[in-house]
């Protein structure tokens, strides 16, 4: 049953092939014998599962239509969940059980998702390896001894390794796209807006945005359709009408105008990546799309100004943990100033802690025009490249990651690391929609193609995705090892 998409195996519920609790029972067995191999779980929640499952099972013998119910889902460690524990990845939340549940859990749960349990993630989001994780790294599926990428490296693990057949993620600066890459799935970070954000823990409010990792557009599609909503609990959810995603996705893509903009394919891009990136590129061309040379100016500025940006965000939304009201609290405070540095001091890992310095001195008095205003005003340089852009084209193409999944511990130097998003960040601080998909192996390790898109075009960006999977067999290749 693991080898079946989301799509399949919701035609083989409604068939009754099976039951949404055998199907659970099935994947809760693979969780238990094999993550093992890989921690992408950080919480199983077997009994709910299965409780959720049952409920699936009759709302299906009553005649339930919804394409997801009785599907198992994980979700990433970010999303509050009422009643189970939800970490964001950090010993600060370690005790942390929700009173309720994120939107979009809420709103899987309605299309009648079951949910197996919460994914590992790099502490707080940040990070491109998952080796910040307080709960341990996470292996990759393809190689053990290399990253998933991060920070929704949980989700990615588990889905590639078939512990869940989907599996919900965030993005903020690439985190959802650079594991999709390493681990060889389809990921997508929609529009900032479209899916909402109330009850997700944030790292960066105005770049934060939900998606899914999974194995292919079609399965993406099933999924956006249920996560997406307006919420007036979140201010900068959008009010717009959801699309049934999967309705375009057989369109033909002759016609279809690509950008290949020059700054994505330069110095650092490994040779093999750009090979094979290159090779999906000339296959969307096969399929009758024509390609457009384009540049984006301001591309190398885009990894500056998100290290302005998202640190300072960070630094605001982190001040809420204080040992005060919920999270980690520090034995026996002397008085309430210890409290406070000792339980932030012992419930933070390093690279939060390095992200809150260098935001809280990025929005110091005196600081503030020199670096905060300056990156704004650089970010809305960005969004202006885009906007030429998609003035001449329809989509823009390029590499996702600069190279395959790495060993663990290869990327010593923060900087180094903040690098793996290069090509995913510009996307975030624009607010557009992007995808990764699989796009053929370098060294026994999945390469991923990214395309970004126009302001809710995600149903593009799912049908040129979709084309490419039905010309190509990438999405279907998985790991070695996996049974
Ligand atoms: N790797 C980036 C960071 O560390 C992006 C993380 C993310 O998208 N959550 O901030």
Same mark, same amino acid.
Request: proline letters at 5%; hydrophobic letters at 40%.
């Given at each position: 049953?693991?080898?079946?998409?989301?799509?399949?195996?919701?035609?083989?519920?409604?068939?009754?092939?099976?039951?949404?609790?055998?199907?659970?029972?099935?994947? %809760?067995?693979?969780?238990?014998?094999?993550?093992? @191999?890989?921690?992408?779980f950080i919480t199983v929640t077997?009994e709910r599962a299965? #409780?959720q499952?049952?409920?699936?099972?009759?709302?299906?013998?009553?005649?339930?239509? /919804?394409?997801?119910?009785?599907?198992?889902i994980a979700h990433k460690d970010i999303f509050c969940t009422a009643g189970v524990k939800t970490t964001c990845g950090s010993r600060m939340l370690d005790n942390f059980v929700p009173p309720y549940d994120a939107t979009v859990v809420e709103n899987l749960g309605r299309?009648?998702c079951?949910t197996l349990g919460k994914t590992n993630m &790099?502490e707080f989001a940040?990070?491109?390896?998952?080796?910040? /994780?307080y709960f341990?790294?996470?292996?990759?599926?393809? &190689?053990?001894?290399?990253?998933? !990428? !991060?920070?929704?490296?949980g989700?990615?693990?588990?889905?590639?390794?078939?512990?869940?057949?989907?599996?919900t993620?965030t993005?903020?600066?690439?985190?959802?796209?650079?594991?999709?890459?390493?681990? !060889?799935?389809?990921?997508?970070?929609?529009?900032?807006?479209?899916?909402s954000r109330w009850g997700m823990i944030a790292f960066?409010s105005?770049?934060d945005?939900a998606?899914?990792?999974?194995?292919?557009?079609?399965?993406?599609?099933?999924?956006?359709?249920?996560?997406?909503?307006?919420d007036?609990k979140d201010? *900068?959810?959008?009010?717009?009408?959801?699309?049934?995603?999967?309705?375009?996705?057989?369109?033909?893509?002759?016609?279809?105008?690509?950008?290949?903009?020059?700054?994505? $394919?330069?110095?650092? %891009?490994?040779?093999?990546?750009?090979?094979?990136?290159?090779?999906?590129?000339?296959?969307? #061309?096969?399929?009758?799309?024509?390609?457009?040379?384009?540049?984006?100016?301001?591309?190398? %500025?885009?990894?500056?100004?998100?290290?302005?940006?998202?640190?300072?965000?960070? /630094?605001?939304n982190l001040?809420r943990f204080d040992g005060v009201r919920y999270g980690h609290r520090?034995?026996?405070?002397?008085?309430?100033?210890?409290?406070?540095?000792?339980?932030?001091?012992?419930g933070?890992?390093?690279?939060?802690?390095?992200?809150?310095?260098?935001? *809280?001195?990025?929005?110091?008095?005196?600081?503030? &025009?020199?670096?905060?205003?300056?990156?704004?005003?650089?970010?809305?340089?960005?969004?202006?490249?885009?906007?030429?852009?998609?003035?001449?084209?329809?989509?823009?193409?390029?590499?996702?990651?600069? /190279?395959?999944? $790495?060993? $663990?511990?290869?990327?010593?130097?923060?900087?180094?690391?903040?690098?793996?998003?290069?090509?995913?960040?510009?996307? @975030?601080?624009?607010?557009?929609?992007?995808?990764?998909?699989?796009?053929?192996?370098?060294?026994?390790?999945?390469? !991923?193609?990214?395309?970004?898109?126009?302001?809710?075009?995600?149903?593009?960006?799912?049908?040129?995705?979709?084309? $490419?999977?039905?010309? *190509?067999?990438?999405?279907?290749?998985?790991?070695?090892?996996?049974?």
């Amino acid at each position: 049953m693991h080898k079946l998409s989301l799509a399949e195996l919701a035609k083989g519920l409604r068939d009754k092939s099976y039951s949404s609790v055998e199907l659970t029972e099935h994947y %809760l067995d693979r969780i238990k014998r094999l993550d093992g @191999n890989y921690n992408s779980f950080i919480t199983v929640t077997e009994e709910r599962a299965l #409780e959720q499952a049952r409920a699936a099972d009759q709302a299906l013998a009553a005649g339930n239509t /919804s394409p997801l119910c009785g599907v198992p889902i994980a979700h990433k460690d970010i999303f509050c969940t009422a009643g189970v524990k939800t970490t964001c990845g950090s010993r600060m939340l370690d005790n942390f059980v929700p009173p309720y549940d994120a939107t979009v859990v809420e709103n899987l749960g309605r299309a009648g998702c079951v949910t197996l349990g919460k994914t590992n993630m &790099d502490e707080f989001a940040m990070g491109s390896s998952n080796e910040t /994780s307080y709960f341990g790294l996470v292996k990759n599926p393809w &190689d053990t001894n290399c990253v998933p !990428g !991060g920070s929704s490296g949980g989700s990615a693990a588990a889905v590639a390794a078939q512990l869940a057949p989907v599996a919900t993620a965030t993005d903020t600066g690439g985190s959802i796209r650079q594991p999709a890459a390493l681990c !060889g799935l389809t990921g997508l970070k929609p529009t900032y807006g479209r899916i909402s954000r109330w009850g997700m823990i944030a790292f960066a409010s105005s770049l934060d945005q939900a998606g899914t990792l999974a194995r292919s557009a079609e399965d993406t599609a099933l999924m956006l359709g249920a996560m997406a909503s307006f919420d007036p609990k979140d201010s *900068t959810s959008v009010d717009k009408d959801v699309p049934d995603y999967t309705a375009a996705l057989p369109d033909k893509i002759a016609g279809l105008k690509i950008g290949i903009p020059k700054e994505y $394919f330069g110095e650092g %891009l490994n040779a093999g990546t750009e090979q094979r990136v290159k090779e999906a590129i000339a296959e969307l #061309e096969k399929l009758g799309a024509t390609l457009v040379d384009i540049s984006l100016p301001h591309t190398h %500025l885009a990894v500056p100004t998100y290290y302005v940006i998202a640190p300072a965000e960070c /630094s605001a939304n982190l001040s809420r943990f204080d040992g005060v009201r919920y999270g980690h609290r520090c034995d026996d405070p002397q008085d309430l100033l210890d409290m406070y540095c000792r339980s932030r001091g012992e419930g933070f890992g390093n690279e939060v802690k390095r992200r809150i310095l260098v935001g *809280t001195y990025a929005l110091s008095a005196g600081y503030y &025009d020199a670096y905060y205003r300056k990156a704004q005003q650089i970010r809305r340089l960005i969004k202006q490249d885009f906007m030429e852009a998609f003035k001449q084209v329809d989509v823009i193409a390029g590499p996702t990651a600069p /190279s395959v999944a $790495f060993p $663990f511990g290869a990327k010593k130097d923060p900087v180094a690391m903040y690098m793996e998003d290069i090509y995913t960040i510009a996307t @975030n601080l624009a607010g557009l929609p992007g995808l990764s998909l699989p796009c053929g192996l370098v060294d026994d390790k999945p390469v !991923g193609l990214q395309l970004i898109g126009g302001y809710f075009e995600e149903a593009r960006l799912l049908n040129v995705a979709h084309q $490419f999977q039905l010309a *190509t067999d990438h999405h279907r290749h998985t790991p070695a090892n996996i049974d």
